[in-house]
T-cell receptor
């Protein structure tokens, strides 16, 4: 079946360091991917997206890389700050054209001061 | 605040009772989604609407669950005869589809506890 998974459940980094969160997806038909950040008690917050015709997209302090050959997605956060501490989810569209997203289990990012 | 709004934020109910949640999407968004999230897991798709039409329902959505979106604006999710396994965070999201892909914008959810 369709699934999106993350390699590590928890990532701990020092404040100021760069963070890399990885995601593996299984559906080669997925053509749109999104990273979300979720803080405790809140809904997922959109960070950045990428379409399958791209392999890299940059935002403010964040970069998403897409490797379709190995079905791998990563989120890089530059100069990680305490406010970046949260659970991060990658999501994909799968083979559906309804716009619905399939989420992985999430990676908890802990930023040490 | 022009984001997705969900009410109530928290709901505690006894097993067997009915509950209803409301979602107000971003005003110009034509698609609305309901998801369920349990502790430590990613959100799971339940159902979605395009305008007022409910176009897809997950197999997770048992007969005790019903969702509506009258007039294509706000939406309600009702759970009848609640069970302890229904305890979860219920998330609503909306999107504007003017092209094939667009991000879903989520509300802060309704946390349901069934005792």
């Amino acid at each position: 079946g369709e699934s999106v998974g993350l390699h590590l459940p928890t990532l701990s980094v020092q404040e100021g360091d760069n963070s890399i969160i990885n995601c593996a997806y299984s559906n080669s038909a997925s053509d749109y991917f999104i990273w979300y950040k979720q803080e405790s008690g809140k809904g997922p917050q959109f960070i950045i997206d990428i379409r399958s015709n791209m392999d890299k997209r940059q935002g403010q302090r964040v970069t998403v890389l897409l490797n379709k050959t190995v079905k791998h997605l990563s989120l890089q956060i530059a100069a990680t700050q305490p406010g970046d501490s949260a659970v991060y989810f990658c999501a994909e569209t799968g083979s559906s054209n309804t716009g619905k997203l399939i989420f992985g289990q999430g990676t908890t990012l802990q930023v040490k001061p | 605040d022009t984001g997705v709004s969900q009410n109530p934020r928290h709901k505690i109910t006894k097993r067997g009772q009915n509950v209803t949640f409301r979602c107000d999407p971003i005003s110009e968004h034509n698609r609305l989604y309901w998801y369920r999230q349990t502790l430590g897991q990613g959100p799971e798709f339940l159902t979605y609407f395009q305008n007022e039409a409910q176009l897809e329902k997950s197999r997770l959505l048992s007969d005790r669950f019903s969702a509506e979106r009258p007039k294509g604006s706000f939406s309600t999710l009702e759970i009848q005869r609640t069970e302890q396994g229904d305890s979860a965070m219920y998330l609503c999201a909306s999107s504007l589809v003017d092209s094939y892909n667009s991000p879903l914008h989520f509300g802060n959810g309704t946390r349901l506890t069934v005792t």
